[in-house]
């Protein structure tokens, strides 16, 4: 049992090569690979072009390690939080948010997350372990089905927002998110997928040599090293100048702008010298500002700040031509906003 292999850890080459090997025709592997990938089946005896022979053979030497949604909560708004349940019994969390013109799927990239962000919930849970690409490929097919069966349309776009940093799990994510564009997979475009993270300088300018065509957005929350060291405290080893940096490199190769995620806290970096530092580190590569808002978790450390606060970062970023939005959370009565998913139900 335990020598048995996860056969969507294989290429589509290799299950060709193994099937030649196994004295069968090298066109076996490619329907066995539409049904894992394309069809996402979740048993070989889902296979019925398969013969029941090669079926028994392909039950004996592999597994498919598929994912389970083990339970399923529903927002007031619409918004679907999944508990996914891992072929080893871990768990991760991935949620579905309709709008009008779009449905998004928020996923995981690993089991827990290794960073320390003081206002985040994940960060509270160890990291267990990295999300395999078919883990994180069957997140979206799950949304995409919840999608399909709730909101009458095809899920349409994909943060990687969820539990984990993806730049800490970079060769999986990558892997998952060529399943997801490539037409042996769901086909969607890349332009819809947007990779969130806290910012490994290293990793960015790695994504931007890889040549990626989906889009980048970093958690910044604070332009001034204190504080964002303060609430970040991986930013002692990565900070902002290298950060910075990495940012130019990126648009640079890509010429893909930056998507800035913020939020502003009351008595953290609320007043006019945090708007300050903002809007220049703004300037170094063509970018916008997502306001978002604050979801509380548990202890009251962190407060939103006042509108007038928020206010005060629109108007003047907008004076700069930096392009802001201020985002409203969903699904906050499930615990499923940004920086909420601990595994709580
Ligand atoms: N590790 C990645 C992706 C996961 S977090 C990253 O850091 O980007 C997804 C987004 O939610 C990040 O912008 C994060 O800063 C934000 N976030 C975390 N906790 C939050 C909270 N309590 N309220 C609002 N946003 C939060």
Redesign the pocket.
Known sequence: MNNKKDIRALSKEQLREFFVKEGDKAFRGNQVYEWLWVKSAHSFDDMTNISKETRAMLEENFVINHIKVDAMQKSSDGTIKNAVKLHDGLIVESVLIPAKNRTTACVSSQVG?S?D?K????ARLKRMRNLNPDEIYDQVVAIDKESRLYHNRPLSNIV???????LMNYNNVLKAIDKITSDEGLGMSPKRIVV???GVPKMIKKMADDGVKFKL???L?SAIDEVRTSIMPFNATFPLTDLREALQYWFLKTKNRITY?Y?VWKGINDKQKDIDALIEFCKFAPSKVNL??????DDGE?QQASNQAIESYVSQLEKNNITVTVRR?RGKDIDA????LANKS
């Open positions: 997350c960073l962000c206002f985040c919930a994940t990687f927002m969820g539990m984990g940093e993806p969130s993270t806290s957005a970093v958690s929350h995620e939020v978002i808002e604050y979801n509380p978790i962190f959370s906003a940004c920086g909420q």
